[in-house]
């Protein structure tokens, strides 16, 4: 059983970075892969970033791959990701998910096999 809590969300201004942590506890994280969600109002979720259980593999969503960056250390049991130059359709709840699958790229962030998720935390960008 794993357990997921997001942190680091909050109001940023047009251009602007944050930075969002997700702390998992449980066993076998290093054979965890760990997806970044989205769900803005009135929309899907949608992925964003995963990286596999060693961190070696990564994968982004076309249209923020070059602003987002997502890292984990499993020393310390966290995933991290980085988003720069954010802009107002960034705004949205964001959910780390975890799975003990082993997707692999191009599935790595097929949301199908995540099934353990944290509440999520909320950015929002305005100025």
């Known amino acids: 059983q794993l357990q997921l809590a997001e942190s680091g969300g909050g109001l940023v201004p047009p251009g602007g970075s944050v930075r969002l942590s997700c702390a998992v506890s449980g066993s076998n994280f290093d054979y965890t892969a760990i997806g970044w969600f989205r769900q803005a109002p009135g929309k899907e979720r949608e992925a964003v970033a995963c990286i596999s259980g060693s961190g070696e593999s990564t994968e982004y969503a076309d249209s923020v791959q070059a602003r987002l960056t997502i890292s984990r250390d499993n020393a310390k049991n966290t995933v991290y990701l980085q988003m720069n130059g954010l802009q107002p359709e960034d705004t949205a709840v964001y959910f780390c998910?975890?799975?003990?699958?082993?997707?692999?790229?191009?599935?790595?962030?097929?949301?199908?096999?995540?099934?353990?998720w944290g509440q999520g935390t909320q950015v929002t960008v305005s100025a």
């Open positions: 998910g975890a799975t003990l699958a082993h997707p692999t790229v191009p599935a790595l962030c097929n949301p199908v096999p995540y099934d353990y």
